[in-house]
């Protein structure tokens, strides 16, 4: 049996409150049609409950707040680092430390230095930015995840296991020589947040190392991870989440991370054992981040980064987040709406392709379905689909294996009730799903076009589906 939770209840009392205003339907409509039927270019002050992401929005322990205090901001050599550095070297068994802005910094900075025109980057599903970085240095990524990540009602436990024969045939295929590493993630983001086993990432260092191949890993969301291995992976029960974590980081060359996720602090982190690597990736640094002992971020966030790296570790923290999450998955499972499956470690991820069947995959079903849900409920979401994918170098639209609307769970900033409201609302937008269609283009950037791009309703539904909605609830709500 896996090491149970002391209580159900969340292991904090809330100690600063910030209020929140919902809108009324007509003045939704008129915010999502300004923000060109985008989340992203929402006002937050137009939003109720924000399930955008758990990025740099979590909330803060007393002790993250308190060593804010003690941030000392010289440019070089502030004693914040060195205790970063400390909880580092302790936690993770690393003994050298790279502060970065935040995530897409290291990854700018490990792409650059390590891989060279050509290369072949093997992941277990790409996010973003870390493909962005790759192919702006010249790489090219392949997709090695197990199929199942791909099937957002398979119940496999661990869907963001690397699936080993692709792996090795990608090596047999271009040489260990053009493959500079193997990027894997834990809690694998555009999956569904859907972890890796201890036993997978042994088994894609021991083929690796076979072949003189490094393995670098996205560390995000690797708290979450590690308590699904505690949850789900045989012969883990016993073990402490710190045990956990430092058996995967020992299968791996370097880690990086967005302290902005499970730290939660504004900024990042490179870290390895390796001092080749770190020589080579210092010099970049003060270039595109800042000087060896703050990296681009305020020394205040380097210390709440120290704490929040050992509060990571606890295990209320970790749990509760993912447990959280479970709670909102079991909620809209038994409301019958369609969502990935086993619950995944950082959002309810709304299955797009189930819940709007009608709508065609080239007219965006995914964010359709992220701007009704916010009209009907003012609860913002982002679109994981095909949207998130940007044009094939032909120009045409490369549709996405999921589509996907993510509800992420910020740590410690919401209550359940919020989540009962959304389901609620979901729940009935799932009723009248019938209403939604597609969306196209009005201007589409050409890089990360969901940041920026701007979209109309195809035969104008968002205002049958606000007048339905008016019908039902009145227009006050
Ligand atoms: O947002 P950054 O630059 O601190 O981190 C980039 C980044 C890297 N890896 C992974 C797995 C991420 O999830 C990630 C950022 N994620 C965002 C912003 C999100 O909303 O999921």
New binding site residues.
Partial sequence: MPIPRRSWAEPFKIKVVEPVRLTTPGQRLAAIREAGYNTFLLKSEDVYIDL?????TSAMSDRQWAGMMLGDEAYAGSRNFYRLEAAVQRLYGYRYLIPTH????A?HIISRILIKPGDVIAGNMY?T??RLHQELAGGRFEDVVIPEAHDPASEHPFKGNVDLAKLEALIARHGAARMPYVSV?ATV?MAGGQPISLENLRAVRELTARHGIRVIL?A??VAENAYFIQQREPGYAHKSLAEILREMLSLVDILYM????CAGVRG?LIATNHPEYYNRLLEWLPVYEGFATYGGMSTKEVEAMAVGLREMTDPTVASASADFVKYFVGRMVEAGIPVVTPAGG?ACHVDASRFLSHVPQADYPAGALAAAIYLVSGVRG?ERGTLSTDRDKEGRDVLADLELVRL?MPRRVYTMSHIEYTVDRVRWLYEHRDLVQGLQWVSEPPVLRFFFGRLRPLNDWGNRLADAFIADFGEAV
């Fill in positions: 955008l992401t758990d990025s740099g935040q995530g897409r910094g990854e996010f930015t870390t993630a983001n996205d995000t969301r967005s302290g902005r996720k990042g950082l982002m992420a």
